[in-house]
């Protein structure tokens, strides 16, 4: 569970201080699919940026199962970040590396001593020498890398290098790479905004499917009201840095009293 509690960050800048996030209140339960949406400029990037801490917030707390994760930093960070995966509207792929070596690329650069290999205990692999542990690390990886293709269906491009794929297919592969540490978070930050409405379909269907068969909790960020009615199960509407309403997806969109998620929805022009 996922609890953020008046959250707050303010920019510093030489004329004024600028709030772009104001007492942020938000529970997001194990397994939802949860949207935050609003207008350009309504605090939703900096918001999934505190999540992970990329933007670290003034004030407030975010709480994963229990535990506050804006009191961590090095080496306590870089391990909560791997169970947070995130997703980006550009994709922002190694376009000198192929698909393998995309999605394979957060596990290569987890040091030896800390990866972990499936079905082994922490003594059983700590005993092994450095070329064991290189060897299995590699073939785990290997392992990995397959079952990620499968799963976003791209076996058949798993050679190919970004420039030599479609829209929808590079965000199948940062989709692949993003689980490939296992995180229990998925971030998606305008993920399907540079995309057609086909192809945005596509990674909607996959979004669920990897949902509900992995059961990640899944943060959506876009001002695409079709996206969240399409997967969100819950949403807050974001606007002028705070939320002006909450509730399950059904619940938004019927709330007539808010006027600027009439505007989303285009009850507005």
């Known amino acids: 569970m996922i609890q953020i509690t008046e959250l707050t960050k303010v920019f510093q800048t030489k004329k004024q201080n600028l709030t772009v996030l104001n007492k942020i209140n938000i529970r997001i339960e194990d397994g939802d699919i949860f949207g935050i949406i609003g207008m350009s400029g309504a605090g939703k990037s900096t918001l999934i940026r505190c999540i992970n801490l990329l933007e670290k917030p003034t004030s407030g707390s975010i709480e994963i199962d229990g ?7 090095g080496k306590q ?4 970040r791997k169970s947070i995966g995130m997703i980006f509207q550009n994709f922002n792929l190694l376009m000198q590396k192929n698909v393998r070596r995309n999605i394979a690329f957060g596990l290569e650069i987890i040091p030896i001593k ?28 290997n ?7 499968a799963l976003v269906d791209l076996k058949e491009k798993e050679f190919n290098y970004p420039a030599q794929l479609s829209g929808g297919q590079r965000q199948r592969v940062a989709i692949a790479r993003a689980l490939a540490t296992k995180p229990t978070v998925l ?6 905004s540079a995309l057609d409405s086909l192809t945005t379909k596509s990674i909607l ?4 499917k990897i949902n509900e068969e992995t059961k990640v909790t899944i943060i959506v960020i876009t001002h695409e009201m079709n996206v969240v009615q399409e997967i969100c ?3 807050v509407v974001l606007d ?10 059904e619940e938004v969109f019927s709330n007539e009293s808010s006027e600027i998620t009439q505007r989303l929805i285009g009850g507005i022009a």
């Open 143 to 149: 392992r990995r890398v397959d079952e990620l293709l």
């Open 187 to 192: 971030l998606c930050d305008e993920a399907t």
């Open 233 to 235: 199960n819950k949403v």
């Open 240 to 249: 002028k840095s705070e939320i002006v309403a909450a509730g399950s997806t």
């Open 205 to 208: 269907k996959l979004l669920k």
């Open 77 to 80: 960070l870089l391990k909560l």
């Open 67 to 73: 535990e506050d994760i804006t009191t961590k930093s």
């Open 114 to 141: 800390d990866f972990i290999i499936e079905g082994m205990s922490k003594k059983e692999y700590d005993v092994l020498n450095y070329f064991q542990k290189r060897k299995l690390k590699k073939a785990e990886i």
